[in-house]
């Protein structure tokens, strides 16, 4: 038995760890929500769930909101991702995360959001309905997503993405397709709509 | 092949070992379950409920001429077992195959893009047939197993490896070698986040095989394939490009590690199992090595197998496999088009001509994917080449017309046209009901640009710019 020793040390480490995480503060968000990192700020109508917390080792570079629940809707608010960064954080050397590059084109800028979304977890992340729209004032780009979730959950998606000052930024709605995306969208593109950047 | 994966697959393969006596000497019999009382019975319901999990994957390969090819296959090596084997083909870029006790077969098209014949195939799912047929999983865990029971003691071990695997365990617990929270560092160093560690964990913790266990099935998994008719070498050539595989990697930790025939492989191919397989093919000549067969089974699935390919981001391996995948000289378009997208990817000195280069020599071909079009556009718009972005964007657009992106395309089309820039959506909310994906509104008129395209190209300029 002594070779699983670390294996259960592994588990009471995941053990401790899920109890730590029941410390973790999730905080209510309305009104103007400001992304610091990325210059930009938000209006939310409706108070939503910021679990930031919950998520900032996998995706330092968001803020990670949702409606009614982790499992049922999530918006990731990005910003300042420059050069060398990756949304996506991977805890090995030998897999690397998708990186922002300075020379990015239109079309690998969505490639490099949509990839991310596939570092995440999802699967069979396909990009839809690529056109420009703008984010803040500027100018950017709009995708619509479509993918699944590991055990075959279908999920739609949206974003809104720009590149200001040599960083991006961009706003990612992921849910079930069934009921809570269709649902949300109008309050989703409010969103979009309210994003304003600093002076 | 060797430790397996196949996620509930291993476990399942742990429930049929119930059938069969201890010690391993004896091959299962055909169609042999293990008694409901037995403790291999309930690593049996853990396998089917596995298996049923598998049927609702988001990864698994639905089409069905592609399942029966790999299935006949499977069956020509199983022989008299063939009856018991369901298989499954999933869609994620590790090389993987394995079979559990129930009979239930992954192969993961990792395996599919690195298999160069059919004989290739025959062999890894000869050896898979092996550790199935001699009950490998279940040795292990008569193995490891003390005061528990053996279902008692794969409950737990399942739980902590799924723990183990969750929380990204350091590589500490791999230098014990065969043990589960081993298989599933494994798992995590190779698949980080692309595929389900917990899931896996569960499979991993199920299939971990000892050298000897990798020994005897490779050479079942030659036995055969080779009574089967196919060629002897064909164990040998996969194997071997599996260690050049590894020593193109990116990364020197791989190049200087081992390569693994899964991603549960605590025990990598090393110069000593090619040699025995060397051994046994001896200098026999002959068999079918059924490479036109092969390719032409896994052609359909080529662009998205590399596609999926490219996301594991170790681009010297990709290149490694493209390379080998364009050898023969077929599908030299979509070949040809990875391999620019392995190198735009890669970004070392010198990768941005050469990629430009790979997608200018697939597009000579037909089956070049439109996106190589958009591709090069990227390239001649950087260049500030208008007519040439415009010309390889309508040629995208011809081919594509109902692109992801189309809508963007042309909006670039009509920039690089000097056309009235489409107006900027401003976010008037889209019909509430629309999936995404649904059909978006073009802001430039396709007429207007058409005419001006004609228009802009009927004019080149010597040097092929815009006037």
Not at chain 2, 146 to 154: L, V
Not at chain 2, 351 to 380: G, H, K, N, S, V
Request: hydrophobic share 45%; glycine share 8%.
């Amino acid at each position: 038995m002594n070779k699983f020793v670390p294996a259960l040390r592994a588990g009471l480490l995941l053990a401790c760890l899920s109890v730590l995480s029941a410390c973790v503060s999730i905080t209510a968000a309305k009104g103007t929500v400001p992304l610091a990192a990325g210059g930009y700020s938000i209006a939310l109508e409706q108070t939503w769930s910021d679990v930031t917390a919950l998520y900032g080792a996998q995706t330092p570079k968001a803020r990670v909101l949702t409606l009614d629940g982790v499992l049922l809707d999530r918006l990731y608010l990005i910003g300042g991702v420059g050069p060398g960064a990756s949304i996506v954080r991977s805890p090995l050397k030998e897999r690397p995360s998708p990186v922002m590059r300075a020379d990015l084109s239109l079309t690998e800028q969505v490639e490099f959001l949509t990839d991310s979304i596939s570092a995440l977890g999802y699967k069979r992340v396909e990009s839809t309905g690529v056109r420009p729209q703008t984010f803040g004032g500027a100018d950017g780009v709009r995708v619509d997503y479509r993918a699944q979730t590991a055990e075959g959950l279908e999920i739609g998606g949206t974003a809104l993405l720009a590149v200001r000052a040599g960083k991006l930024n961009a706003m990612v709605f992921l849910a079930p397709q069934e009921y809570y995306y269709p649902q949300n969208i109008e309050k989703i593109e409010a969103v979009f709509r309210s994003a304003t950047f600093g002076k | 092949m060797k430790r397996r994966r196949g996620s509930c697959v291993l476990s399942a393969l742990v429930l049929a070992a119930a059938t069969f006596s201890v010690a391993g000497a004896e091959e299962r019999e055909v169609g042999a379950r293990p008694a409901a009382d037995s403790p291999e019975a309930g690593l049996w319901v853990l396998s089917d409920k596995a298996e049923s999990e598998a049927k609702r994957s988001a990864e698994l390969n639905t089409s069905a001429e592609l399942r029966e090819y790999v299935r006949s296959v499977a069956c020509k090596v199983a022989a008299t077992h063939c009856p018991e084997i369901r298989v499954y083909v999933f869609d994620r870029p590790f090389f993987q195959a394995s079979m559990a006790p129930n009979g239930y077969m992954e192969v993961w098209s990792g395996l599919m893009l690195r298999a160069e014949s059919e004989a290739e195939l025959a062999f890894v799912l000869g050896h898979e047939t092996g550790h199935y047929v001699n009950s490998h999983s279940w040795q292990s865990l008569q193995a490891v197993k003390s005061r528990a029971t053996g279902a008692m003691f794969a409950t737990v071990l399942i739980g902590v490896a799924g723990a183990v695997a969750s929380v990204n365990a350091g590589s500490a617990a791999a230098a014990n070698g065969g043990s589960a929270a081993s298989a599933v560092n494994s798992i995590n160093s190779v698949t980080s986040g692309l595929i389900n560690a917990v899931y896996l964990g569960t499979v991993a913790s199920l299939f971990s095989f000892s050298r000897e266990h990798e020994t005897i099935a490779d050479a079942f998994g030659y036995d055969a394939a080779v009574k089967a008719g196919y060629q002897p070498s064909a164990g040998v050539a996969l194997w071997q490009r599996l260690i050049d595989e590894t020593a193109a990697s990116d990364f020197p930790k791989v190049r200087n590690g081992q390569a693994r025939t899964s991603v549960f492989d605590s025990h990598p191919v090393a110069a000593d199992r090619v040699a025995a397989l060397n051994k046994l093919a001896g200098d026999q000549t002959g068999g079918e090595e059924g490479k036109a067969r092969y390719r032409a089974a896994i052609r359909p699935f080529l662009g998205p197998w590399l596609r999926d390919d490219l996301r594991r981001r170790d681009f010297g391996q990709s290149l490694f496999l493209i390379d080998r995948l364009g050898a023969g000289g077929e599908d030299l378009g979509v070949i040809n088009f990875y391999r620019g997208e392995a190198l735009r990817l890669r970004r070392k000195d010198g990768d941005a001509a050469a990629a430009e280069a790979a997608y200018r020599e697939a597009i000579r071909f037909a089956d070049a994917p439109p996106e190589t079009w958009r591709q090069l556009a990227d390239f001649a718009e950087r260049r500030g080449d208008h007519a040439e972005t415009a010309r390889l964007l309508q040629t995208f657009l011809d081919k594509a017309p109902n692109a992801g992106d189309a809508a963007f395309a042309r909006m670039r089309l009509a920039r690089a046209l000097g056309a009235p820039a489409p107006e900027v959506a401003p976010l008037a909310a889209p019909d509430p009901v629309a999936p995404p994906g649904s059909p978006v509104p073009v802001a430039v008129a396709p007429s207007a640009v058409s005419a001006a395209l004609q228009a802009d190209l009927s004019m080149p300029t010597a040097n092929g710019t815009r006037p």
